[in-house]
T-cell receptor, first 113, second 112 residues
């Protein structure tokens, strides 16, 4: 199918780790992305991973990629109230439409103080 | 400031009216895209362009037209607005070799 799937909601306490999961659809997708959207704002690129990598770490963010299962996750260490937002995963599909960036439904992360 | 500029930020239309959502970028990016965002459905690709004079359809193109006469501008036209087009619209751009897209701040459109 065409859908990139994410769970809709995640609630964590401040200081805990958050793990947001995503299942994508095209095993030949070249790049996979995580975007953050704060209320009333556009999307901000958080991090990306190239499809030949298993893991990427960037400060508090860790991205894990399981190509076999087409599963992508974003771990946020020491989650802060400022991390409360909607998080979207996205895959860049190859082929003639290399411009195609297909988004998941988004996961609302709520951080409780 | 460099970036992707969308205008207007808010718009209310009556059913059947037409309008154009503007998108401009000053980063000399080749690729530009239009997405719509609806609750529980993420962002869906409407149309995209890989360079001036070249456009193609995305996942949900019906009811929308685009053109790309310059590298900087990528307007989205609604010829006859329908309530189903009530949404938040985002324009995004990137350059070849740039890994991620830069998004505009969005246009919130309501069709009554």
């Amino acid at each position: 199918g065409e859908d990139v799937e994410q769970s809709l909601f995640l609630s964590v306490r401040e200081g805990d780790s958050s793990v947001i999961n995503c299942t994508y659809t095209d095993s030949s997708s070249t790049y996979l992305y995580w975007y953050k959207q704060e209320p009333g704002a556009g999307l901000q690129l958080l991090t990306y991973i190239f499809s030949n990598m298993d893991m990427k770490q960037d400060q508090r963010l860790t991205v894990l990629l399981n190509k076999k299962d087409k599963h992508l996750s974003l771990r946020i260490a020491d989650t802060q109230t400022g991390d409360s937002a909607i998080y979207f995963c996205a895959e860049r599909r190859p082929g003639g439409a290399t411009n195609k960036l297909i988004f998941g439904t988004g996961t609302l992360l709520a951080v409780q103080p | 400031n460099a970036g992707v500029t969308q205008t207007p930020k808010f718009q209310v239309l009556k059913t059947g009216q037409s309008m154009t959502l503007q998108c401009a970028q000053d980063m000399n990016h080749e690729y530009m895209s239009w997405y719509r965002q609806d609750p529980g459905m993420g962002l869906r690709l409407i149309h995209y362009s890989v360079g001036a004079g070249i456009t193609d359809q995305g996942e949900v193109p019906n009811g929308y037209n685009v053109s790309r006469s310059t590298t900087e501008d990528f307007p989205l036209r609604l010829l006859s607005a329908a309530p189903s087009q009530t949404s938040v619209y985002f324009c995004a751009s990137r350059n070849q070799g740039v890994y991620g897209y830069t998004f505009g701040s969005g246009t919130r459109l309501t069709v009554v």
